[in-house]
């Protein structure tokens, strides 16, 4: 074999190493002439495309990705190249259907002679999972991973986006801001598990049953659900708080709508952990520029207006008004001085008495819990006990009452006054507290106040929460020879099924009733069907805030067994209800 041989021998030997070192890469690689042809494309190419070789060599690329992939994405990029530039760039695409793959793709110049570009090589590595991984830290930065809704920072950013767009146009843009109202007691009663699920049903209901033209942030990206030009958004920034955008607003009246059509989706319960869970939540909207001009300044408001709504009685909207900041600044002020006034034992119990109405003797008397402030003075419990319950200082503030109570209960035992029945109130977060049994115990035992003279009022709705859970815990209470007490009765639910199934000692006809009652009429109609209902279940009834001597005499009648109220006593420090105690 002579020398040329030889060298054409080896030249096609190492040619061979060539295509197996290049079709052994796991990146595609293919070879375009200037006519825009594949000269060589490697077998991980073959694979990507699902394409046979011969369906790819010596045609056009325009030919293999169609003409409208070739016009718009690839030709701009190999003319590029063909002038002498390497070019790079990521694109998504659909190989199979629902399957979204990412390449990026290197076209790099080929000079086989001279410094005019001869070839462009292509080669294309599948970036997918990294990319995916990019996206995931993306979500986890910006989207809530419970909700799949933009976060507090995401929102943010777009509430100043739209705000500095609405300062340019001269139109409005509206945030409107939500929280689930009683949100805890269902963390209470169920578990925080139950309440990441309930969390993530409201927001699946939400970007559901919106407004179908709006725009929802979700991760990937902003999805139109039609072809109309709205920028609205909704995103959970913390807890139970969502909030939503509607920019380019030119008549208020349309968030009226919005605002109704929010809560019109509570309606219907929530199904969690086999459950049937109802929920309400109260909205707060306020408007730029009209309510502010900045991110900060218009959350709050719309915060502001959102607790107007609490206040009103839930399930309900409020728009902001100026005067709201003022009532704002004092629920942070009242909150902050009761937090201290737990740590500075600024409360204190009155005691109001109880009688039997047939015979005129006492018979026991309601604790009820007072707060003195050193600036405020005396402290009404209406303007209190709510936001301790919203804050959950109630149960701190709960275990001093009946602490308390016992050992007062115990004291005027001792000096002879042991037949007295004394009833305590408890909060909806306190009976639901999975300690409340053991504190009971602790008191009693501490206190070594007689159990059977405890009574504990409960509300009906309080025991609507969770009843099975209710029915455990009052029989433990039962089984220590506490009584039970309904309060409020006729203000909440006021099912006779409760009845049956809570087996109260005692049941408290609200003083809504009785306080300035028609008598002859309606109130005197419903009044008289509780207490006889009450003596056929063998439950004793107590009519609170009787205030009349013609009341008492009504419910004397009727044969209602105890009173309480104005007529006979307002609540009393216990020195001056000690006084009550020596008089009868």
């Known amino acids: 074999m002579n020398r040329d041989d030889l060298i054409h021998k080896q030249l096609e030997h190492e040619l061979a190493l060539y295509k197996t070192m290049v079709n052994a890469s796991l990146d595609s690689i293919t070879l375009i002439d200037q006519n825009y042809t594949y000269r060589i494309v490697t077998d991980a190419y073959t694979k990507a495309r699902q394409l046979k070789k011969e369906e790819i060599l010596n045609r056009s690329v325009a030919d293999v990705w169609g003409k ?18 390497t070019v790079s760039h990521i694109a998504a695409y659909e190989f199979n259907k629902d399957e979204i793959n990412y390449i990026e793709t290197i076209y790099t110049p080929c000079f086989t002679s001279g410094s005019e570009t001869s070839y462009a090589v292509v080669i294309s590595h599948n970036v997918t999972q990294l990319k995916k991984s990019e996206e995931r830290i993306e979500s986890l930065a910006f989207y809530d991973a419970l909700t799949d809704l933009p976060s507090r920072p995401l929102f943010l950013d777009l509430l100043n986006r739209e705000i500095s767009i609405a300062k340019r146009t001269g139109k409005s843009v509206a945030v409107f801001f939500f929280d689930l109202d009683e949100f805890k007691k269902t963390n209470d009663s169920f ?8 969390l993530a049903n409201v927001g699946t209901r939400l970007k559901r049953y919106l407004r179908q033209s709006d725009i929802i942030a979700r991760p990937g990206g902003v999805i139109k659900l039609d072809h109309q030009n709205n920028t609205d958004y909704l995103a959970r920034i913390g807890g139970d708080e969502f909030t939503f955008i509607i920019p380019d607003i030119t008549d208020k009246k349309y968030t009226t709508g919005i605002a109704e059509r929010i809560l019109s989706l509570f309606k219907e319960p929530f199904k ?6 109802f929920i309400s939540t109260s909205i707060g909207i306020a408007f730029c520029p009209d309510d502010g001009n900045d991110v900060e300044t218009l959350l709050k408001n719309a915060d502001a207006a959102m607790y107007k709504a609490k206040e009103a009685g839930k399930n309900t909207y409020r728009y902001y008004s100026a ?23 600024e409360f204190l119990l009155h005691y109001q008495p109880q009688y039997h109405i047939d015979t005129s003797r006492m018979t026991g008397m309601e604790a009820l819990i007072r707060w003195k402030d050193k600036e405020m003075g ?15 200082m109630i149960i701190e503030i709960g275990d001093w009452a009946i602490h308390s109570a016992c050992r007062q209960g115990k004291i005027w035992h001792d000096k002879g006054f042991g037949n007295l029945n004394l009833a305590v109130n408890l909060s909806v977060r306190q009976f639901f507290d999975v300690h409340l049994v053991d504190k009971i115990k602790s008191a009693i035992a501490a206190t070594r106040f007689d159990p059977t003279c405890l009574e504990l009022e409960i509300t009906e709705t309080a025991m609507m929460h969770d009843t099975d859970r209710a029915i455990s815990i009052m029989k433990q209470l039962k089984e220590m020879g506490i009584k039970i007490s309904l309060d409020d009765f006729g203000t909440g639910y006021s099912s006779l099924v409760h009845l049956k199934l809570f087996h109260v000692d005692t049941l408290k006809i609200d003083q809504v009733f009785i306080r300035n009652a028609d008598l002859d009429g309606r109130d005197g109609a419903i009044i008289s069907s509780i207490i006889d209902m009450c003596h056929k279940l063998q439950i004793k009834t107590v009519a609170e805030g009787v205030e009349t001597l013609e009341g008492l005499s009504f419910l004397k009648e009727k044969n209602c067994q105890l009173a309480q109220g104005f007529f006979f006593s307002p609540p009393l420090p216990a020195e001056e209800f000690e006084d009550l105690l020596n008089f009868h």
């Open 68 to 85: 409208e992939i070739f016009e718009q994405v690839i030709k701009e990029k190999l003319d590029d190249c063909f002038s002498g530039k």
């Open 191 to 198: 578990g925080h598990s139950a309440g990441d699920q309930l």
């Open 272 to 277: 969690i952990l086999d459950r049937e869970i």
């Open 323 to 345: 005067d709201m900041n003022r009532k704002a600044k004092e629920r942070i002020q009242l909150e902050t001085k009761l937090r201290y006034a737990i740590k500075n034992h």
């Open 378 to 392: 005396l402290v009404s419990p209406k303007d209190f006990i709510p936001l301790a319950e919203e804050t959950g």
